[in-house]
Each structure stands twice: as structure tokens, then as C-alpha cells.
């Protein structure tokens, strides 16, 4: 079985002493429970060998819930739909793989319990622990157990910083500069943060785009763009500077008018009331969803990144246009 290990330290109180709490891995044909122990020692390392012995790949069913006690932490824990992480000061201390199943269940394997999380973090995740059900979710079956590469599909944050990428790329070699500048520790620890929403509520979704507007608009460089447009008006922010500059180009400023909403959302506060509610906040949301007709706050976060990416996208091909080279067109067309 082929799958990729990261070692981190464990911070166990004491390895030697500690009592590894059983986890429930299935139901026996009466209905009742099976568990067993994440003590990495009393399992098998891989598919057929120790018989007497639990598979550490063995999957664990926790209610979507045991992840709210870190989403609501993100300046100590980084949580993506493959993992969650405990990281201080820049340092990994411990990582746990996750995935969601079809359930909408959070699944880890039981060797993974017992080796990669500290022993005070595992009387919680017993707390969530409920029997096995759904299907795993197949884009980890083929990473962890066939060693088979996954595309983006299921990480569209990560499609999203990738078109981002080779947009802010492309945008500095047309014009010379760039007009994102480099983060600071403050908002680089919150754009760490950046990953699709675990757990399907309001918290959740507002914490993935704080950190998407800390990456995608607070580092936009207002004095650059204020240059390039020639605009001397304090009072007109790096977003509409973009706007204006792009249209002015011939560009197409899509992505720059949804950051604007992207933006616009966190400035209000967030999702504190549903789409067809009353008042500002409601508005603001109606806006940033367009047409996204779901109420799943983790398909809303994937629409908004989609929505980005499609805009950064279109920018990474952008070509300035090249007046003289017009200039030099229309006159050698005129002496033919």
C-alpha cells in the first residue's frame, strides 16, 4: 500500500503511560458496536498481515461537529478538506488526514488517532465518534491507497490560487509592476488559514473568506495601481482603482468587481442572515452568491472560489495592447 507519511513529533503527555481510548470501526451483524484501540503498537501496518490485529487504515466516523473547536482557532489550526494541523509560529507541533465521506461524515484512520494526535486531543474526537457509514470519499482511496494523484476538483481553493497565481504573474510581466505586494506575518498567518470549510455553517464560511479577502484583496498595492491609473483620489480604494485601470485597458475586470463583493461581505460582517433576509448583511450576501442556489455553506465557499478563479483565469491571458504596434498596422495599411 502506497501512501505518503509526514512525520511530526506527538506531544504526548507520556508515551510510555498513555491509554489509548477504543474507537468504534463497525457494527457486527447483531447491530452492536466494534472498537478498538489507536494504540499504534496493537495494530497491523498494512492490508492482510497481523490477522489477530485491527488495520491501522481501519475508518473512523466522527460527526462533522469535532471540527468546529479548531475552525473557530484559526490563528493555531489550519483545516482543508485533506487535513488539520496545529501550527504556532509558523511550527507544525501536529497534523492529523482527514477527508469528508458521502455522508458528510469527517473519516481518519484509526493508526492515524493513535500516532499523529497529541493524547489530550483524543478524549474529544472520542466525544464525536459514531459507527462507520457512507462511502469514503474516493479522491483520498486513490492518494492514499494507490498512490494516484488527485486533480483540483476537490480542492478548489487550491484551482483558485493557481489561476491567482499565474494572473499576478502575467499581469507584472505586461505592465513591468506588480500590483499585489507581499503580505505581512499578520496576514500571511491568516491567508495560511485559506481552505474550503469543513463544517457546513455561518462560522465556518466566515472564516474562509477572511482569509480569502486577506489573500486575494488586502494585498492589493493601492499606491501602485493609484500610479498606473493616474488617479490621485485618496478616497477610492485599490479594488475600484483595479476596476477602473483594467476597463480602461481593454481588460476584462471581472475578477476585481467580484472581489468588490468578496470584500464588501467581510466589511459588512459577514453571513449573520440568510440570502432572502432583510437588511445590509443580506444584500452583501445576495450579491456575493449570484446565482448559487444551494444552502450549503461549504458549496457557497466553492462557488465563490469558482467565480474568482474564472476571473483570474481570463486575466492570466490578458495582452496589453500595443499602441504603436496599432499606429504602425493602420499605416501600413493605408500605404497598400
Not at 466516523?61 to 489550526?77: A, G, I
Not at 455553506?297 to 478563479?309: A, D, G, I, P, S
Request: overall charge negative.
Amino acid at each position: 500500500m502506497a501512501r505518503k507519511t509526514l512525520n511530526f513529533r506527538i506531544f504526548f503527555d507520556d508515551e510510555t503511560t498513555a491509554e489509548y481510548p477504543n474507537f468504534i470501526i463497525g457494527l457486527d451483524p447483531d447491530g452492536e458496536p466494534i472498537a478498538a484501540s489507536c494504540n499504534p503498537s496493537q495494530l497491523s501496518g498494512y492490508p492482510g498481515s497481523g490477522p489477530n490485529h485491527p488495520n491501522r487504515f481501519e475508518r473512523v466516523c466522527f460527526q462533522s461537529e469535532v471540527l468546529q473547536r479548531y475552525s473557530t482557532n484559526p490563528d493555531k489550526y489550519q483545516i482543508s478538506d485533506r487535513s488539520i494541523a496545529c501550527v504556532i509560529n509558523g511550527r507544525t507541533l501536529w497534523q492529523l488526514d482527514i477527508s469528508t465521506n458521502s455522508d458528510g461524515l469527517v473519516e481518519a484512520y484509526l493508526g492515524d488517532l493513535g500516532s499523529r494526535l497529541p493524547h489530550k486531543e483524543l478524549p474529544y474526537w472520542k466525544s464525536f465518534n459514531i459507527a462507520p457509514s457512507g462511502t469514503p470519499n474516493p479522491n483520498r482511496v486513490l492518494r492514499d491507497h494507490f498512490n494516484i494523484p488527485t486533480d483540483a476538483s476537490d480542492a478548489p481553493v487550491l484551482e483558485l490560487m493557481s489561476a491567482f497565481r499565474k494572473a499576478s504573474e502575467n499581469v507584472k510581466e505586461q505592465l513591468g509592476v506588480s500590483i499585489w505586494k507581499e503580505p505581512d506575518s499578520h496576514t500571511l498567518k491568516k491567508i495560511n488559514t485559506l481552505a474550503v470549510p469543513t463544517v457546513d455553517n455561518t462560522e465556518a464560511f466566515n472564516n474562509a473568506m477572511l482569509a480569502l479577502t486577506k489573500a486575494l484583496a488586502d494585498t492589493l498595492d493601492g499606491k501602485q495601481l493609484r500610479k498606473l491609473s493616474e488617479n490621485t483620489d485618496e478616497k477610492i480604494g485599490p479594488i475600484q482603482l483595479a476596476i477602473s485601470f483594467f476597463q480602461s485597458q481593454g481588460a476584462d475586470a471581472s475578477p476585481f468587481e467580484y472581489l468588490k463583493y468578496v470584500q464588501d461581505f467581510r466589511s459588512g460582517g459577514g453571513a449573520a442572515h440568510r440570502p432572502n433576509g432583510k437588511g445590509d448583511a443580506s444584500k452583501r450576501l445576495r450579491r456575493l452568491l449570484g446565482d448559487c442556489t444551494s444552502t450549503d455553506w461549504k458549496e457557497r465557499f466553492v462557488y465563490v472560489c469558482n467565480q474568482l478563479t474564472d476571473g483570474f483565469n481570463s486575466l492570466a491571458a490578458w495582452q496589453i495592447q500595443d499602441t504603436n504596434q496599432g499606429e504602425k498596422e493602420a499605416s501600413d495599411g493605408k500605404n497598400v
